[in-house]
């Protein structure tokens, strides 16, 4: 069966005490909106509304950079929930089936209980829930298994309050029912506010059919009004990610303390020791290792390759059974062919190292290619900044790099070639050359002894 969603997201988000509109506020890496917008597609919806309001530009930018297909509606004033549903009703005006009304705020939504709602033939359905810490949340008024009305927080009387089933604020309408109760709403409450809930009431004085469904899971219909309600709902769809994960054949090690974004990929049989950040739009091969204290950011990380401890790896490639770390710092356009490796104390940008290159401690390069095999010793740099232009180094296969060598770019290393440790090389260098450009060193024998007395005697 088709349906529609509105999704409200035009509050302040006072209890946020920000800046930012509270639906723009990240769990692992993306707003609260994106999980509700990804919830409704997921449950099949056939369009996809969001009002919008405090601060619109805002989520209106965000809506657009992530490219969903949705589509907004203003509200001007927040003159509460019930009011920003009537602002779709034009939209709405040659629609007579089902809608879905889900909250921003509302981020940890299961798609099954989108369908589930959907699937329930009533006028009215609203999504309950039963919690030990119902404050906040509207109350579910019942008698016997009937479902009479439901009050707010602030409009509850101690006796209300102590009700356990709460109202998730999620709800399935028939669109031209909903409507007509809307403009019947009245705002004479605690907060002044025309509520949403309110309809249940109206609809029931009809004699149109309401009912309520208790979801399973109680974390699916976690309202996140504060940062404290964030971080929670953040660690619930932490587990949730990490057991998909797990039950899809990786293995977590310390998983309590692994941040991995929704949108991460990891293949089976790899292996992962928390604490660990995955981020972004990454892909990690199967088999492959990902050590401790590491982060990485938007990057591939194929089959079989090897990122150890205390490394940070962004917008990076690394190719089959590569290895990186520890303590490897690859940038935007680092390529790491299958055999090479960087090791200890190595960053690199817009780096490509061939199949078998090395660069095992202690190294900037960037904008540059290694060929293969290459070994590039401790202490190399490619001086790739001038302070206006960045230039590129271009060292061929089988080049063995001695110690401490400066690349000034731009410059060119013809294969099978070696630098001395300690040259500065400005010139491009032929193949199967040894290019040394170093000072000449001078022995003066005896001289220590007379600087050492000469400082004596200074000293006096
Ligand atoms: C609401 C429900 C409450 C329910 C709870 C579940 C009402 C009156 N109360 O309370 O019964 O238990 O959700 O989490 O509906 N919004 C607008 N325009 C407005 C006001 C709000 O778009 O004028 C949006 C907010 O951005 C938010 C959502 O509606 O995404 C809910 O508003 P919020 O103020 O958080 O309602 P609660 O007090 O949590
Ligand atoms: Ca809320």
Redesign the pocket.
Known sequence: MGFKVIILAAGKGTRFKSELPKVLHKILGKPMLWYVVKAAEEAGADEIVVIVGHKKNLVEKFLEEENLPVKTIVQKEQLGTGHAVLCAEETFKNYDGKVIVL?G?TPLINPEDIKNLVSIDSDMVVLTGETETPRGYGRVIRDGGEVLKIVEEKDATDEEKKIKEINS?IYAFRVKPLFEALKNLKNDNAQGEYYLPDVLKIFKEKGLKVKAVKTEDFNSIM???NRYELSRAERILSERIIKNHQLNGVTIHNPESCYIEPEVNIGKDAEIFGPVYLKGKTSIGERCTIGAFTEIVDSVIEDEAVVKTHCHVEKAHLKKGASAGPFSRLREGTVIETGARTGSFVETKKAHLKEGAKANHLTYLGDCTIGENTNIGAGTITCNYDGYNKWRTEIGKNVFVGSNTLFIAPVNVGDNSITAAGSVITKNIPENTLAIARAKQINLEGRAEKIRERNKRKKK
């Open positions: 909250n705020d604020g309202g996140v009004n």
